[in-house]
């Protein structure tokens, strides 16, 4: 049986290449310490979500929409209207959608049936023995795995030395486990293999009888099966690719299950030979969506219509009047949409302050290497490479660098005194009571996070001159901030301030790779108070005021505190300006808890928000993005003065500044980009939380410093954890595609479209929704795909014959 | 006074019962009146602490018909263990109040974990075989109601499963030698039967009695090879852990302490927990060492510091494995409701750059200044009052103290890290000895001294200084030998526990596919 000359062998190539698309069909998943929202649709993007739907259940058994009562309710409440389930249903491709509006609507009231993944061969030898190889593979894989993978959780790390495949093969050699539990001879099986893993994979693509057609989704399936580790992996693969590099980790992952089917195949194949036959003629047919995934997609496709016409009614109303001349404050926040709810508090307690919103990471693609520390951390999107390289703190500050740097390597030492073998014993009965005050002080929550204080952040090597005023000018024209400064003006990244929790980073700045957005907002204050580069700046045309401070802020978006960086630039004459700044923000912060109180079970007051971010059990400190769903480009002037509710990314963007369409070419290629991963993640996670979310957070077990496991081991668990999405009794999540508005004229984004493919497909395929706002601010034109745009509010609309059916 | 202590139990058992009526979604009077009765007991088990400074251990009356019922015993033992367990109570029921808010049983949840910790107090307490018994298997029975909150979870069922065997055997342990001391002595109370055990009273039924003391303590409390389950139960929420591991995985270790009289009376068992307790401990610490998921690895270490604290029992040191106890109970129960912050510590672990490596001559150094330190702080808190086991221990100790001058003595270490971990090393030892010396004196009119040793205690009193020290010396160099190839294969087995757990899942056919389980019947009857 170990040769099948019927099955004719697949050649390297094309082997390879399978192997390569099926880790392209794997999104990444950043190490939690610099965590990042990914679009788990990532290698999906070309196809539209009927399509991947059908996709994740033949690999995964997973919908990607919600259940068919979720839409149902929303039907019978009326907030999906009968004029929202024709549009999306006239609008839906493909000839297999209902007939009419009443079919459509009959299939919402029935359920859609749970999709059935096809089984692994792991699948069908637990049937034919019993024994759930399943789970033993995943957790004799994720036990190698967390130790390779380890940054410095266990004191004797893994050795890594050979690459995944080598590393695996080296353990899983000496592993008795495997045959312990019944399948003998695993470990000389393994010894026997290929010691590559591309051989590995050739052998057992035709031992398992693989054709070429059934390769992709079986081989996206197995990856699948690996969770987390296979993010993991493709997350070390985009860095390298970035970096002008490769990386195999993860074709090397698919080897290791590869060789474990193999195992198993051949340990029962008399069983299992038929059915997997009939199973790899299904991986070999071509995807279709079925009818009721088809369905789901238009009820999915409503929900987001009826979303789009309140967003429409919001945009139609009038703006407020603008009130001219010098303003007496401007702040500068993060798109992100915790800040819409801060930017309209800090308006509110004084209508004449100006708020803007950008991308977070202020222009300035920093790897930051913060006081007393050797790490390069990247402070930027992780689309990009760095720019520039800083460092917390100059020359003068080295001494007091030096000093921390042997206060942490003590207490590091004492760290590995309370973990090493023999010494545990010794740490615990000299001083296991010095644990009664911390239990007390941590269940009291009277350990109070400060927010970070490093010196302020330098570049290092420094910029000349040229560098520094090109980059101020970009970034200023980009913020569409080029006249009427105020007297201060405050550059405000934001963080969260959390204790005891896994996933305190997805709390911070997703523009800043995960990061508090401090250092970036810091760094541009000093760029922007420079006198040499304002001097420079006024020539082209940027004339700052003498009398303009630049102050770099942090917005913590768990307690609505705002810290000013103002020592960085001492300045006396600005000190009664700070003082009111301070106590308007002070005053906005205490509007924005009042109204993020109302949402967070529990919180009761704004009062109850401080003590929840020092709470060392609350696993909701904050809701982050949840409930985010739109994008807007524009001036403010269209959203100033009524509530978004904390539901859309703000960008200011003004085109008639805009020349040449470059700031917006800039805008739909990054932050649009960095906002709909956001929103897809928060969709993943909502509809295929098994998949695509971290489990729950009471039984997370921090693994290997990068991620967490769900309980004892098993995969690693990337998402976003339940308690982020639900609050016990509903979602807070509504799982929508983001809803992205644009102030400018369709030409120059039709032109911006057909430049960047990749962008294109995210709205041909509908993981964007794009709409051109009028010069009132009105959502006036609707993308639809292949470049057309077709009018909002058309008369021309076919009154459907559907509607008459109903 | 003499039921005083009983009030704390009784709070956290209303709480239960209102826990069972209101199990359902954020149920906010039980979590006040929870908090409430959990602050409540630890305020009558501080009275009862007072009131035991100014008189006589005592027990109670017994409550109840013939010999069952309910008795308090109060000395110091159970003072110490009550103020623990009530803290820790406090704090796990606290922090569940937070944590599992939105879940849909947290009702019966705080419910259950009311119930369990009823369970151990009542246990602590116990004046009489009886209610020991009694109180011994109902803490085993409610913390799998607990162990199994999800009960569809595979993974929680194959530990709950692996649990079951060893904690029934326990619970069978247990009772019969119950029995064979009522048997023996004519009584149920526990403080004649010490009194008379410690008077010499003994014989084939008590000594026989104390082997089964052992079997169910050294089972109990997860040594090897059956500390597979407690490794495995990090499927239920992590309050859950921190009470397991700082309050019920220390029955074992209280039932050696409470019938310390009665097991000194078989000078043959004390070598086995010796030799069982010396082994769990290494055996559990290398394994901690390659762990890199954070709660996992605590799991070892609770293995490892439990068989520390069987060692202790073994060589008769009562009042430090009474001190171990309490120490561990309060690092663990911090250590895992603080485990979140995994993330953030591993990464400022990585910041200050890489870590010096001691290389042979600086460990030799480190061991010296060690021993010299011991020399030191042991003449200062008088050796001459120590009995060898003491001593011995005490040795062991500050080998663990000389890693962290090693780490200083460096090559690469930098003058002010030498005088940091210097000074640390110092503040370690003090604190150790006088830690001790206050365990001893606390229990001096309760817990029996060391034995005197004979040739066979003497035997493994250096049996046990030298493992330990080897270990000590391997662990000091550590990274110059552990990523040698050589070690490797090593590596992957210690990492697998040697396998012990993957047998006991086979035997027990804990890969079976999944079926209904019986836990999950009952959760939905």
Known sequence: ?806 | MDFLPLWAPSALLLSAALGFCIPGRRPRTLLKSAEVAALAAIAFASLSATWLGFHAPSTSPLLGFGSFGISVRLDAVSAVMLLLVTFVGWVVLRYSATYLDGEGRQGAFVGWLCLTLASVMLLILAGNLVQLVASWIATSLSLNRLLLFYPDRMAAQRAARKKFVPARTADTALSGAAILLALHYHTTDIATILSAARAGDGGALPVSAAALLAVAAMLKSAQFPTHGWLTEVMETPTPVSALLHAGVINAGGFLLIRFADVILLAPTLLAILVMVGGFTAVFGSLVMLTQPAVKTSLAWSTVAQMGFMMLECGLGLFPLALLHIVAHSLYKAHSFLASGGAVERVATQRRPGPVAIPKAGAVGRAFLAALALYALVGLAFGFEHKSPQAIALGAILIFGVAYLLAQGLADAAPRALTRKTALYAIATSVSYFALQAGAVWLTSSVLPAAPTPGPLEWALIILAVISFGFVAVVQAMFPLWAYHPAAAGLRVHLSNGFYANAVFDRLLRGWALQRPSRALRRSQS
């Open chain 1, 1 to 806: 049986m170990m040769n099948h000359p019927e099955f004719p062998l697949i050649d390297t190539e094309s082997l390879k290449h399978a192997a390569n698309q099926a880790a392209l069909a794997i999104p990444p998943a950043w190490p939690l310490a610099s965590s990042v929202a990914v679009n788990p649709f990532l290698g999906q993007s070309g196809e539209g979500l009927a399509e991947v739907g059908a996709r994740l259940a033949r690999v995964a058994g997973v919908a990607v929409t919600m259940p068919r009562a979720w839409y149902q309710e929303r039907i019978a409440s009326g907030a999906i209207s009968d004029a929202d389930l024709a549009d999306a249903l006239i609008n839906a491709p493909g000839d297999r959608r209902p007939a009419h509006l009443a079919a459509l609507k009959a299939m919402a009231l029935t359920l859609s049936p749970t999709p059935k993944a096809l089984p692994t061969i792991a699948d069908l030898a637990a049937q034919a023995s019993g024994i759930d190889w399943r789970a033993l593979i995943a957790e004799r894989l994720g036990s190698w795995a967390a130790g390779y993978f380890d940054v410095g959780q266990a004191l004797w790390a893994a050795p890594r030395g050979a690459g995944a495949y080598g590393a695996w093969r080296a353990v899983a050699t000496h592993d008795l486990t495997p045959e312990i539990v019944g399948l003998r001879g695993f470990a000389t099986h393994v010894s026997k293999a290929p010691d590559n893993a591309c051989g590995a994979m050739a052998r057992a693509v035709q031992r398992l009888r693989l054709s070429a057609g059934a390769l992709e989704t079986y081989f996206h399936q197995l990856l699948l099966n690996l969770g987390g580790w296979a993010q993991y992996a493709r997350y070390l693969s985009w860095r390298a690719e970035l970096g002008g590099a490769s990386d195999e980790t993860i074709t090397e992952l698919l080897a290791v299950r590869l060789i474990w089917e193999e195992a198993l195949f051949e340990r029962y194949v008399e069983q299992i030979a038929d059915p997997w036959t009939a199973v790899l003629a299904e991986h070999a047919a071509p995807l279709a969506p079925t009818a009721d995934q088809i369905v789901d997609t238009i009820l999915q496709e409503a929900s987001e219509r009826a979303a789009q016409r309140s967003l429409a009614l919001f945009l139609s109303a009038a703006a407020p009047a603008v009130s001219e001349g010098r303003p007496p404050l401007q702040v500068a926040f993060c798109i992100d949409v915790r800040s819409e709810v801060f930017r309209r508090a800090l308006e509110g307690v004084n209508p004449g302050i100006q708020t803007l919103g950008f991308a977070g990471f202020f222009g300035l693609t920093a790897s930051h290497r913060r006081f007393a520390s050797d790490v390069h951390e990247l402070r930027l999107p992780v689309l990009l490479n760095p720019a520039v390289t800083t460092c917390a703190g100059g020359t003068h500050d080295l001494p007091a660098d030096q000093a921390m740097r042997f206060k942490a390597r003590a207490r590091r030492a004492w760290v590995r005194f309370k973990l090493a073998a023999v010494s545990s014993f010794a740490f615990v009965e000299a001083t296991g009571p010095i644990y009664i005050g911390k239990l007390l002080t941590d269940s009291l929550g009277l350990h109070r996070a400060s927010p970070p204080n490093d010196p302020a952040p330098s570049f290092d090597p420094a910029l000349d001159i040229a560098t520094r005023v090109q980059a101020a000018e970009t970034i200023l024209r980009a913020m569409s901030l080029t006249a009427n400064f105020a007297r201060l003006v405050l550059i405000a990244g934001h963080g969260a301030n959390v204790v005891n929790n896994p996933h305190a980073s997805a709390l911070h700045c997703g523009a800043c790779g995960g990061y508090s957005g401090e250092v970036n907002a810091r760094l541009l204050a000093s760029l922007l108070n420079d006198t040499a580069v304002r001097a420079d700046l006024k020539s082209r045309g940027i004339a700052i005021p003498a009398d303009s401070l630049f102050v770099g802020a942090l917005h913590d978006t768990t307690t609505d505190a705002v810290t000013l960086y103002s020592d960085d630039h001492p300045s006396p004459t600005h000190d009664e300006d700070l003082k009111t700044a301070t106590t308007r923000l002070a005053a906005a912060g205490q509007a924005t808890r009042g109204e993020r109180a109302l949402r967070l079970p529990g919180a009761d007051t704004e009062r109850g928000i401080a003590r929840r971010s020092r709470d060392w059990a609350e696993v909701r400190p904050e809701w982050a993005l949840a409930g985010c769903q739109a994008f807007i480009a524009a001036p403010r002037t269209r959203t100033a003065g009524r509530s978004l509710a904390g539901r859309a990314f703000l960008h200011d963007y003004d085109w008639r500044q805009d020349s040449r369409f470059g700031v917006l070419e800039l805008i739909m290629t990054a932050p649009v980009v960095v906002a709909s991963w956001i929103s897809l993640q928060y969709y993943g996670s909502t509809v295929a939380p098994d998949v695509f979310g971290a489990g729950n957070k009471l039984l997370h077990n921090v693994v290997g410093g990068i991620g967490v496991l769900e309980g004892n081991g098993g995969i690693l668990r990337a998402g976003l954890p339940w308690q982020s999405i639900h609050d016990g009794e509903r979602y807070v999540h509504e799982p929508l595609r983001l809803t992205v508005c644009i102030e400018a004229p369709r030409e120059a984004m039709t032109g911006i479209l057909t430049r960047h493919e990749g962008v294109r497909a995210l709205f041909d395929h509908r993981w964007l929704h794009l709409f051109a706002l009028d010069d009132d601010g009105r959502m006036k034109w609707r993308y639809a795909g292949d470049l057309q745009w077709t009018p909002m509010n058309d008369s021309t609309r076919p009154e459907y014959p559907l509607r008459i059916a109903v």
